[in-house]
């Protein structure tokens, strides 16, 4: 299981850092979550201001 971004997602760009495998790149016109990398691990989901980050 991985994490998705949501459409309310601002685009802040506070989770990517976060993320232990570099899984959450820039996207159009929102972040995105590669689920292959993704371990589930909630860090991105932690530090967003809109909590667009949820389990798949």
């Known amino acids: 299981m991985s994490y998705v971004i949501e ?3 601002i685009a802040c760009g506070a ?3 976060e ?3 570099e ?3 820039e ?3 929102i972040y995105i979550i590669d689920p ?3 371990i589930d ?3 991105c989901a932690d530090v967003c201001p809109t909590d ?3 389990p798949e």
Request: charged residues 15%; negative net charge.
């Open 7 to 9: 459409d309310s997602c």
């Open 15 to 17: 989770c990517a850092p």
């Open 19 to 21: 993320c232990p495998v």
């Open 23 to 25: 899984a959450i790149s």
């Open 27 to 29: 996207g159009d016109p």
């Open 36 to 38: 292959d990398k993704c």
């Open 41 to 43: 691990c909630g860090a």
């Open 52 to 54: 667009s980050p949820i």
